[in-house]
C-alpha cells in the first residue's frame, strides 16, 4: 500500500499551515484540517481548548490537541481510515483493523482500545 503524503502529521504543523484562517486546508488527498474550539471542563464559561480537525472524506476522524490526539473511524475500517489514524499518532502507538473492528495499541505493551464508530478515543503524548 503507498502511504500518503500528508502536508502535516503534528499539532503544531497543522496550527502553522492554518495560521489565522478559519478555512479548511487541503493536506492530502481527500483529507482536510481546519481550527476548532471546545469549552474546558471546570472553567468558566467562555474558556476553550483549541484544537485541530482532520477530515477524510469530510469525516471527522482525528482531533490534534496540544498534548495528545483522538480519534475514530465514524464507523468506515477502511485501510484509507487507518493509514490516515496512524499518520496522527503519537510515537509508541498504532491502529488497526482486525476481523472489521479498529483498534488502537501501545507498540511495547498490552494496552489495547476499542476504536468505536463515533466515539472519541483519546491516546495521550508519551
Same mark, same amino acid.
Given at each position: 500500500m503507498v502511504m500518503a503524503r500528508l502536508r502535516t502529521q503534528t499539532y503544531e504543523g497543522a496550527v502553522k499551515l492554518l495560521g489565522d484562517s478559519h478555512e479548511r486546508v487541503t493536506i492530502g488527498n481527500n483529507t482536510t484540517i481546519e481550527s476548532d474550539w471546545m469549552p474546558v471542563e471546570g472553567e468558566e464559561p467562555g474558556v476553550n481548548e483549541q484544537f485541530v480537525t482532520v477530515r477524510l472524506h469530510g469525516h471527522a476522524i482525528v482531533r490534534l490537541y496540544e498534548h495528545? @490526539?483522538? @480519534?475514530?473511524?465514524?464507523?468506515?475500517?477502511?485501510?484509507?481510515?487507518?493509514?490516515?489514524?496512524?499518520?496522527?499518532?503519537?510515537?509508541?502507538?498504532?491502529?488497526?483493523?482486525?476481523?472489521?473492528?479498529?483498534?488502537?495499541?501501545?507498540?511495547?505493551?498490552?494496552?489495547?482500545?476499542?476504536?468505536?464508530?463515533?466515539?472519541?478515543?483519546? @491516546?495521550?503524548?508519551?
Open positions: 495528545g @490526539v483522538a @480519534v475514530r473511524d465514524c464507523g468506515y475500517v477502511t485501510a484509507t481510515t487507518y493509514e490516515r489514524i496512524n499518520a496522527f499518532l503519537p510515537p509508541g502507538w498504532t491502529a488497526h483493523r482486525k476481523d472489521g473492528r479498529g483498534y488502537v495499541a501501545r507498540r511495547l505493551g498490552s494496552e489495547v482500545e476499542s476504536v468505536e464508530g463515533d466515539a472519541w478515543l483519546y @491516546v495521550a503524548q508519551p
